[in-house]
């Protein structure tokens, strides 16, 4: 934390910012601990910069102030930040590394996968290494390329590759309640006021 942002490594079965019903997300704790911390009395500004999926884990940057808010988007929009994931899956893919490349267009919390020129169909890639084969699963370490909806998820599964527990794009094997096996590990974004590079990591959770 510093006077423009905070990260934090966000659990899995939280949502990232409020949805508008009562269910608690990270967002809403951050806002409360800084409301304690500062003895605020009056709203907290406090805006993600990204989000990651409910049952998803791992780290999350938020913005204390709309200027940093909108240097730091600005960052990501011009390809100057990397997102790092590590997902334990349930088969193995072929190669030992690779490049997916595929084009998505997503629809009522679903993400599909479709032919090159469908309409609404975005540009989807990512890179793959094996860290580590197990008996509860596969490691993939995943460089993100391209920030889609469910991206990774649907990606993987694409490949028969499914992420544990993620039921929705085709697991059969359960994980942790509320949860799949995907974690936001490592990301790297330029400080908002001064330009320096930070690096942000997070333990990987997973035993295989």
């Not at 990270?26 to 406090?46: A, F, H, P, R, T």
């Not at 940093?68 to 990397?82: P, Y």
């Not at 890639?125 to 889609?148: F, M, P, Q, S």
Request: charged share 25%; proline share 4%; aromatic share 6%.
């Amino acid at each position: 934390e510093d006077n423009h942002m905070l990260v934090v490594n966000k659990p899995a079965g939280l949502l990232t910012q409020p949805s508008g019903t009562r269910e608690d997300s990270i967002e809403m704790q951050c806002k409360e601990w800084i409301k304690q911390k500062y003895n605020k009395l009056g709203n907290v500004y406090l805006h993600a910069v990204h989000r990651l999926d409910k049952p998803v884990s791992g780290i999350v940057v938020f913005a204390k102030t709309s200027k940093a808010l909108t240097r730091l988007n600005a960052s990501i929009r011009e390809h100057k930040a990397k997102k790092g994931y590590v997902a334990l899956t349930e088969l193995s893919p072929n190669a030992e590394e690779g490049t997916l490349e595929h084009f998505l267009s997503h629809d009522d919390h679903y993400a599909t996968i479709e032919k090159e020129g469908k309409k609404d169909a975005k540009v989807s890639i990512l890179h793959y290494r094996v860290l580590k084969r197990g008996k509860k699963g596969t490691l993939l370490e995943i460089d993100l390329k391209t920030g889609r909806y469910h991206q990774i998820r649907v990606q993987l599964a694409e490949i028969g590759c499914s992420i544990l527990g993620d039921t929705k794009y085709g697991a059969r094997s359960t994980y942790l309640p509320n949860a799949i096996a995907l974690h936001h590990h490592r990301f790297e974004i330029p400080h908002p006021v001064s330009g320096e590079k930070m690096v942000f990591q997070s333990p990987i959770p997973f035993e295989i």
